[in-house]
Nanobody
Framework: QVQLVESGGGLVQAGGSLRLSCAAS????????MGWYRQAPEKQRELVAT???????NYADSLKGRFTISRDNAKNTVYLQMNSLKPEDTAVYYC?????????????WGQGTQVTVSS
């Protein structure tokens, strides 16, 4: 069974930084695109950033320059470095991964990690 486990969330003051991690475990062949999304209270889940296996990245326009996505294919892990955090970045952050296994390619989601930015 494939699982994605996020870590690194927490409480930080405005202007601070956090680094989120998301590790995939289980039995599978490979992971294609991995990504981060976030959902603030009473708002829809939105894209933060994605990264392909080859390292091509895509960011939400409003987050370019402050957030950086990266991955370690050997560790099946994706990271999100968040700098200059603002109170409006407060949300539950979810990772996802397009995983190829014996089953058809499936998009898996993590359980989410809370990020709270205080003013």
């Amino acid at each position: 069974q494939v699982q994605l486990v996020e870590s690194g969330g927490g409480l930080v003051q405005a202007g601070g930084s956090l680094r989120l991690s998301c590790a995939a475990s289980g039995t599978f062949f490979t992971i294609n695109t991995m990504g981060w999304y976030r959902q603030a209270p009473e708002k829809q889940r939105e894209l933060v950033a994605t990264i392909t296996r080859g390292g091509s990245t895509n960011y939400a326009d409003s987050l370019k320059g402050r957030f950086t996505i990266s991955r370690d294919n050997a560790k099946n892990t994706v990271y999100l470095q968040m700098n200059s955090l603002k109170p409006e970045d407060t949300a539950v952050y979810y990772c996802n991964a397009e995983i190829i296994s014996f089953s058809p390619t499936t998009l898996y989601w993590g359980q989410g990690t809370q990020v709270t930015v205080s003013s």
